[in-house]
């Protein structure tokens, strides 16, 4: 199984509002990845859990919260969101955190109205 | 912020016609990755070239590296429409924390 999968597709959300993304992967991969993605924008990272533990954390402003629950599971909670937060947010894992490609989910396409 | 720039940022060619996308960046890498990312979707790896490495094939898809001049290309040959997308580099450096810092990308159309 080489597959990420995230969920919803697809959300629709008001800026009072609380969600969450999630994404999981089952090839024993060690790291997990959060990228958020503009229009016609390459991916940023977001956030870097390596071996369930983040490591990285690129000045995220805090009303994005990532969560690992285990090495399988990553969960990106949102909350008071704002409309320039609208994009494609896409998962992503590999079997290190270092010189490995990364294997990318099909994203959540997220509208904050 | 971003490592790559990518060259063209836009490309369109016929069917049957080889498309090449160029790459540079700024700082020593450990490897440089090529993704192919279809509209609205999540990003596909290609390959991984290393930075002791020249040249990289897999099937239609040919990578070059010279890290003297800090540039990688993609070649793809005999495109097909299918192949339309667009095309990110991606570098891996130590400098940068081993995240992988990617270029702009270049929107490739290839017209049946």
């Known amino acids: 199984d080489t597959e990420v999968t995230q969920t919803p597709k697809h959300l629709v959300m008001g800026m009072t509002n609380k969600k969450s993304l999630k994404c999981e992967q089952h090839m024993g991969h060690r790291a997990m990845y959060w990228y958020k993605q503009k229009a016609k924008k390459p991916p940023e990272l977001m956030f870097v859990y390596s071996y369930e533990k983040l490591s990285i954390n690129e000045s995220v402003p805090s009303r994005f919260s990532p969560e690992c629950p285990n090495s399988s599971l990553l969960n990106l909670h949102l909350h008071a969101l704002q409309p320039e937060d609208s994009a494609l947010y896409l998962c992503a894992s590999s079997f290190d955190r270092v010189s490995y490609e990364q294997y990318f989910g099909p994203g959540t396409r997220l509208t904050v109205t | 912020s971003q490592q790559g720039e990518e060259d063209p940022q836009a490309l369109s060619i016929q069917e049957g016609e080889n498309a090449t996308m160029n790459c540079s960046y700024k700082t020593s890498i450990n490897n440089l990755q090529w993704y192919r990312q279809n509209s609205g979707r999540g990003l596909v790896h290609l390959i991984l070239?290393?930075?002791?490495?020249r040249e990289k094939h897999s099937g239609r898809l040919r990578v070059t590296l010279d890290t003297s001049k800090k540039s990688s290309s993609l070649l793809i040959t005999a495109s097909r429409a299918a192949d339309t997308a667009s095309y990110f580099c991606?570098?891996?450096?130590?400098?940068?924390?081993?995240?992988?810092?990617f270029g702009g990308g270049t929107r490739l159309m290839v017209k049946p």
């Open positions: 991606a570098t891996d450096s130590s400098s940068a924390g081993n995240m992988l810092t």
């Open positions: 070239i290393r930075s002791n490495e």
